[in-house]
């Protein structure tokens, strides 16, 4: 079955740099991939969707990239701010399964002045 | 507009208790989810539902039992608590499509003494 794997280690960054989160999937090659967010006590919240077919995508301060030879979703924050300090969910289709996600377990983003 | 709300917050049961959580979303979402959040386990699918009147088992269903009588609410039951249950519940909706999005609720944190 399809197994989702992020780093369990949390990322300090400093303020204004660029945050750079890693999402490797084990075996095929999901149709797509989605990016959640999540603040302590509160549920995940969407963030992007990327397509197999797509290496790109943006929105705002937000990027996701997809290399399917790598198998890897790769997550930037672009001039990062303490206020994107979150966990960070991965989460691909299960195959055959619907609309049902598999996630992974979160990397933890913290953003230091 | 609220979007998904479970109930109760918190919860302290004692095991061999029988014990209901709910779910209830206003967006007219199609399918339904409820997952369980473990401190390195990342978020796990126990049932979900693609429509009304219709169930089924996701990754971790033993001791877990839903029904889906409407659109609305998805209640997860279990039937005798026990303390491998303790964790953080979340609920959430999709509308249906292939490349779904899924609404988080807010979370229930039960622990089972």
């Known amino acids: 079955s399809q197994k989702i794997e992020q780093n369990s280690e949390a990322l300090n960054i400093q303020e204004g740099k660029t945050a750079t989160l890693t999402c490797n999937y084990t075996?095929?090659?999901?149709?797509?991939l989605q990016w959640y967010r999540q603040d302590p006590g509160r549920g995940p919240v969407f963030l992007l969707l990327?397509?197999?077919?797509?290496k790109e995508k943006r929105k705002e301060r937000l990027k996701v990239t997809f290399d399917t030879t790598l198998k890897q979703s790769l997550f930037h924050i672009t001039a990062s701010q303490p206020a994107d300090s979150a966990t960070y969910l991965c989460?691909?289709?299960?195959?055959?399964?619907?609309?049902?996600?598999?996630f992974g377990t979160g990397t933890q983003l913290k953003v230091e002045l | 507009i609220a979007g998904i709300t479970q109930a109760p917050t918190s919860q302290i049961l004692a095991a061999g208790r029988r014990m209901t959580l709910r779910c209830t979303q206003d967006?007219?979402?199609?399918?339904m989810y409820w997952y369980r959040q473990d401190l390195g386990l990342g978020l796990r699918l126990i049932h979900y539902?693609?429509?009304?009147?219709?169930?089924g088992k996701g990754e971790v269903p033993d001791g877990y039992s839903v029904s889906r009588a409407n659109t609305d609410d998805f209640p997860l039951t279990l039937a005798s608590a026990v303390p491998s249950q303790t964790s953080v519940y979340f609920c959430?909706?999709?509308?249906?499509?292939?490349?779904?999005?899924?609404?988080f609720g807010p979370g229930t944190r039960l622990t089972v003494l």
């Open positions: 959430a909706s999709s509308v249906g499509l292939e490349t779904d999005t899924q609404y």
């Open positions: 075996n095929y090659s999901p149709a797509y």
């Open positions: 990327i397509r197999e077919n797509e």
């Open positions: 989460a691909c289709r299960v195959t055959g399964g619907g609309n049902k996600l598999t």
């Open positions: 967006m007219r979402h199609n399918a």
């Open positions: 539902s693609n429509t009304a009147g219709t169930t």
